[in-house]
């Protein structure tokens, strides 16, 4: 009971007040009974110190009398770290349950959970329905059995996984794992790691570097209670092989070493995943150098190969015949096969801007990343699918750089020096669009040959009539400029997309209550306007199942796994309220259906749907109105 009334007080001191109705559910007990508790703390404390009520405030807070012994009281018992590490919130004692069942190997109850934490056998009850969905990301279950209790039962590498995605996650690396691994021995294998790689001349980022320590620190942790990683043969040989074994080696040497344990050739082999799931994921040349490293397999160059088929049959995107972005995939895909298959992650910190900036590569990688879900069965992460859509964002630039620029006119009435001035911004503005930018004096324009000009930027009105576009700019450039700028050049792409979007497949005020109604509303629309296949709608949902197409934002972008349509076209149904799309509410839906011909600019269409993409004032207008014009004018950017 002392232990239950120095936590009592500690939380009150931390606080420096608690209310009543605060400090009973901290305790997870009701109000009548919390008087009856600080009594005993109270009694508990000898007079050293007193809970008291402050009715001012409202709250309880703690009277000190006598420093040294009340001190001396908070060390007693557990003593005073025990108490700090006791974790207070359902968060904190979920992620407090993971680490102590997944380091366990024996049976606990309920009731032993709940004492060990002070609290009820109802709230360890709760807290463990957390765990479960965490345990249930690597493959981890919590099997329960009468008079014994409870234990997980999953592999050792899943255990693993999951113990270093909490530490990570938590922070309670840079401390302690629930007691079982030391600052100190988390310090000496930092040292050790950085040391080895160093000499080893590997490198990579200080986060991988962490959590490689991390892991490596975990696995001394479960070597000492006897629990080893199993790897099969085949695998174990490949990896032999390798640069990363060889640096694993190395770091290994240096472990078994300063920790005198002995690591087994399969725990080498665990160190060596490790290194090699960090490869690449940079996008850092320095791999070129790392000779010996995972080379690609035919497995990844097939699945590479399959991935960009997938994304020809969706987008009508032709980049079977491009070799470099193939061999990217690949090379990209050697270290993400290792981190599938042991379900290990990796975070995108460029993810959000990755969606936003490229809707269309990020569209193409969902759709690509499937082929990947299904051969290993596992779930390819948002953070994964950014890096894929990098690679289709830069094969798309490549395809773009071919296409021809434009030769611009800029018109002045101020002198050479600012026509050029003016020539200068518009050329850096907008490089990849101009091949050239030539200037020319208001007072001969009327005599220039625009015979080889596509547009003319002009900071003056003009007399003479030409056939080609006129954009009236100001002289330094302004956003509103430069808008219009950008307006003149996708106006001919902007009105390729508009015209996917018809009165007949625009649908509004739709009372439809999920995701599987709207889908089969928008497929019987499309299919009498279109002629479509029988199993059209079994196709959008053949990729619904790969991954939810909400792109956030009120947003979803169904379509089918493969191009089906003789034309291309959109189908619009906005609701009157939000559904649940693949955990992501969704009230504007746009079933999109490519042609099946090649040579569809949608590219075009994502790059207009973009406003919608991030601009949520946008998209309210379109619910608000809920009219076609109105989404057709926020597509063009007006």
Request: glycine share 4%; charged share 30%; proline share 3%.
């Amino acid at each position: 009971m002392v232990m239950q009334d120095i936590r009592l007080v500690r939380h009150i001191l931390r606080a420096g007040g608690v209310t009543p109705t605060d400090c009973a559910a901290y305790l997870d007990i009701k109000k009548r009974t919390l008087r009856d508790r600080i009594r005993h703390a109270n009694d508990s404390m000898g007079g050293s110190a007193r809970i008291v009520y402050d009715r001012p405030r409202g709250v309880y807070q703690v009277e000190v009398s006598d420093e040294e012994t009340f001190d001396a009281w908070l060390r007693g018992g557990a003593g005073r770290d025990a108490i700090d590490r006791l974790p207070s919130t359902p968060e904190e004692r979920t992620n407090y349950l993971v680490q102590d069942l997944l380091f366990r190997t024996d049976w606990i109850t309920l009731e032993d959970l709940a004492s060990m934490l002070f609290v009820s056998r109802s709230t360890i009850s709760h807290d463990l329905r957390s765990v479960e969905q965490l345990f249930t990301k690597y493959d981890l279950t919590i099997e329960k059995r009468p008079r014994y209790g409870l234990r997980v039962v999953g592999s050792e590498m899943n255990r693993r996984l999951c113990l270093a995605s909490i530490a990570v996650d938590t922070f309670l690396a840079a401390d302690d794992l629930s007691g079982v691994i030391s600052t100190e021995a988390l310090d000496e294998v930092e040292r050790l790691v950085r040391v080895t790689l160093d000499a080893e001349g590997y490198e990579i980022n200080p986060v991988s570097r962490q959590n490689l320590v991390v892991h490596i620190a975990i696995a001394l942790a479960r070597i000492n209670k006897g629990c080893y990683v199993p790897m099969e043969a085949s695998y174990l040989e490949h990896v032999r092989d390798t640069r990363e074994y060889t640096v694993a080696r190395a770091i290994a040497r240096s472990v078994e070493s300063s920790f005198s344990v002995a690591l087994p050739e399969e725990e080498v082999a665990y160190v060596a995943i490790h290194l090699a799931s960090k490869r690449l994921v940079e996008g850092s040349e320095r791999d070129e150098g790392n000779k010996g490293s995972l080379e690609i397999t035919d497995d990844a160059w097939e699945l590479a190969a399959e991935m960009i088929e997938v994304v020809w049959r969706a987008f009508r995107f032709d980049f079977r015949d491009d070799a470099e972005l193939r061999v990217n995939l690949a090379r990209h895909l050697m270290p993400l096969i290792v981190r599938l298959r042991y379900h290990m992650s990796v975070e995108n910190p460029l993810l959000a801007d990755i969606r936003t900036c490229y809707p269309l590569p990020f569209a193409m990688a969902t759709d690509a990343a499937s082929v990947l879900a299904e051969k290993y069965d596992a779930e390819v992460s948002g953070d994964e699918i950014g890096y894929i859509a990098l690679l289709f964002a830069l094969s798309l630039e490549r395809k773009a750089t071919s296409y021809a620029k434009k030769h611009v006119l800029v018109v002045c009435a101020s002198g050479v020096g600012s026509a050029r001035l003016l020539a200068y911004r518009l050329q850096r503005e907008f490089s990849s669009n101009f091949e050239s930018v030539e200037t020319c004096d208001a007072s001969e324009f009327a005599e220039r040959d625009i015979a080889d000009i596509d547009y003319i930027f002009t900071t003056v009105p003009l007399d003479r009539r030409v056939n080609v576009p006129v954009v009236h700019v100001s002289l330094f450039l302004d956003d509103s400029s430069r808008r219009d700028v950008r307006r003149v050049i996708d106006r001919e792409a902007t009105e390729s997309a508009l015209s996917y979007f018809s009165p007949d497949l625009f649908f509004s005020h739709l009372e439809l209550s999920s995701r599987e109604e709207v889908i089969t509303f928008l497929c019987e629309r499309a299919a009498e306007a279109v002629e479509l296949p029988d199993n059209f709608e079994e196709l959008v949902w053949k990729r619904e199942q790969a991954a939810a197409t909400s792109f956030g934002n009120l947003l979803a972008l169904p379509h089918p796994y493969e191009a089906v349509s003789p034309e291309t076209f959109v189908t619009v149904a906005l609701l009157d309220r939000p559904v649940d799309w693949g955990g992501q509410p969704a009230q504007a839906v746009f079933l999109v259906c490519v042609s099946r011909d090649a040579g569809t600019d949608l590219e075009a269409f994502y790059r207009s749907m973009v406003s919608l993409f991030t601009n949520e004032q946008s998209i309210q207008r379109v619910l608000g109105d809920m009219r076609l014009e109105v989404l057709l004018n926020e597509l063009e950017g007006e």
